[in-house]
Structures are given as C-alpha cells and as structure tokens.
C-alpha cells in the first residue's frame, strides 16, 4: 500500500465523490478511479459502493477508513520531529564542564541562553577537568565540553576559543606577602611551594602557571599535587603552600585563603567549546554557535570598556 494510494483512498472516502475528490486532488477523475481500483485489488475486497451521486463506503472501506484517518496529520507531526531534530531543536545535549570554569559567569550565561533557545532539548552536565572531557568526547559520552584546550587534546575535536582569563595568586591569609601586598610580584614567591592540579589532569592551567614563574626568573618548587579546586584551596587555608588560579575561581570563599592579582604577566588561561569533528551533534554545534555569539557579544562590550575596568579584578 502506497502513500498516494493512502491519500487518494481518504480523499474518495471524506468527499464521498470520486470529482470532488479528484479536484481536491489536483488530478484527472479516471487515473484516480484506476488507482482506487488497484488499492481494492491489493487489499482484496471492494471499499466503495458506486452511486449516483457518488461513493459510499462499504463495511471493509469504514474498518480502513478507521485506521487510516489519522495518518497523514501523524505524518506531518513525523516530518516535523525529524526536521527539528535535524535542526538540534529537540534531542539531547550532554555538556561537560571543568571544574575550574564553572564559577566563571559566562559559562552559567552562556548555558541559560542556549536553554532559552532550543528549550525542547533534554540537557545534561558532567564536571570534570579538561582531560576527562576530551577524552568523554572521543568515546562519545558527550556531545560538547568547555574546557581548557591544550596541544594534547585529540586531533579530532574541533576547539573553539570563548575566552581567557588572567591568573591570582591563592595564599595562606596569614601569609606576610598577603599582608603586606595588594599584588604580588611572582619572584617574590619562588620559594613557596605551589599546590597545583597533576599535569594529567590539567595540561594548560599547570603550564600556564609554570611559564608564570619562569617568565619571572625560577623554577616553581611543586608541592603537594591536588585534584581539585576545593581540595588545593583546603591545603592553601591549612598552609600547606600556595597556588596560582584562574580568576573567576576569586568566587571561591574559602576561609583562611586571599586571593591577590599578579604583577608584570600577560599570561593567561583560556577557555574553549569543543565537540567531534567527525559527526558532530546538531546539539553541539548549536551550543557552539550560542558560544561563539556569546563571545563577540563579550568582546564587544569589553572593546566599550576603559582598559582599568577591564583589567579589573572580578568581584562577582
């Protein structure tokens, strides 16, 4: 049994006329005629009784015509799903997020807005640091991740840069440098130890905080290795060491800890939306689009601002 066929036979049955229906149909009465006579063949059994002023349904005509009514409107919601999910309109997004991000507040806006657009499509989101993201791309756990990009991440990922942030200094607030300096010149801690997330785990944050400190002459003294935000800043407030951090981790209270900006950097950390370049999910790439017009809508508004209040500390 054809659509056309379909289509033709509901015409027949709701106009109950074979020219009323051939008009509905946009075609000539006799192929109509012959194409109801070949679905009556196909099924076996006659579903019109001809009349004078017409067609009639028989008995088997009315148990057909039951079951196929609602087809064609079941049909246009059909194509309408597909065409939405081909759109990433509906579906799912499966997000990762690294930790040391999440309390950035473009990460959070960027987030709203895209749920704002496409609010049909089921979201879901994974913390875990950059490695564990890339790695959840490639074995298509997720769909797409805000990380820290890095040369280590699979050569299959397509990155997209969204922002960068400058890097503060976390010390003891007992410390005498934290007492005494609003910003720290880095020499002045070359013999601290810092407390820093493995290499593994953190590829481009731990670099970054390490060519910090040989732009500023020394190699870093590593103290103990932390895998978390939560568990470096409990080491810092215990005095174990001191660490160095993105700067929207300043949200972070943690009793015991300061934060303090750094003098004579340029250094910064960055932060980028990726997904498999292979296949992608139209989720993916949605939300990559919502990110990249999130960050030009960023920039723009820091290109508007005098450069002291970009520079600025957070305090948000």
Not at 118 to 137: C, D, F, R, W
Not at 166 to 194: C, G, W, Y
Not at 270 to 281: G, I, K
Request: aromatic fraction near 4%.
């Amino acid at each position: 049994m054809e659509l056309r066929h379909i289509r033709y036979f509901l015409a027949v049955a709701e106009e109950h006329n074979f020219t009323r229906a051939a008009n509905r149909l946009h075609i000539a009465q006799p192929p109509l005629s012959q194409q109801i006579r070949t679905l009556e063949q196909e099924i076996g059994t006659a579903l019109f009784v001809r009349t004078p002023h017409g067609a009639e349904l028989t008995d088997a005509g009315h148990a057909l015509y039951q079951q196929l009514s609602g087809l064609p409107q079941q049909l246009l919601h059909a194509k309408d799903v597909a065409l939405k999910a081909a759109k990433g309109e509906i579906g799912k997004l499966r997000l990762g997020v690294t930790g040391t991000a999440a309390l950035h507040p473009a990460i959070p806006a960027v987030i709203r807005q895209y749920r704002r657009r496409y609010p049909e499509v089921e979201l879901t989101i994974e913390e875990a640091n950059s490695l564990a993201l890339a790695e959840g791309l490639a074995s298509d756990r997720l769909d797409a991740a805000i990380l820290r990009p890095s040369d280590s991440d699979p050569t299959h990922l397509t990155v997209q840069h969204f922002l960068e942030e400058q890097l503060v200094i976390a010390l003891p607030a007992s410390h005498p440098i934290a007492r005494a300096h609003e910003t720290i010149d880095v020499i002045d801690l070359k013999d601290e130890p810092f407390i820093l997330t493995p290499r593994t785990l953190a590829v481009s944050l731990h670099d970054a905080v390490v060519h910090v400190c040989q732009e500023a002459g020394f190699a870093p003294i590593i103290g103990q290795p932390a895998p978390q935000i939560a568990s470096i800043l409990s080491m810092v407030s215990a005095e174990l060491g001191i660490s160095m951090l993105p700067e929207s981790m300043r949200q972070l209270s943690v009793k015991g800890v300061v934060y303090r900006p750094i003098k004579h950097t340029a250094i910064k950390v960055e932060l980028a939306v990726a997904h498999r370049s292979l296949n992608p999910a139209q989720s993916a790439i949605n939300f990559a689009a919502t990110v990249n017009q999130q960050r030009l809508a960023r920039e723009a508004l820091l290109a508007d601002k005098p450069t002291s209040e970009v520079n600025a500390p957070s305090t948000r």
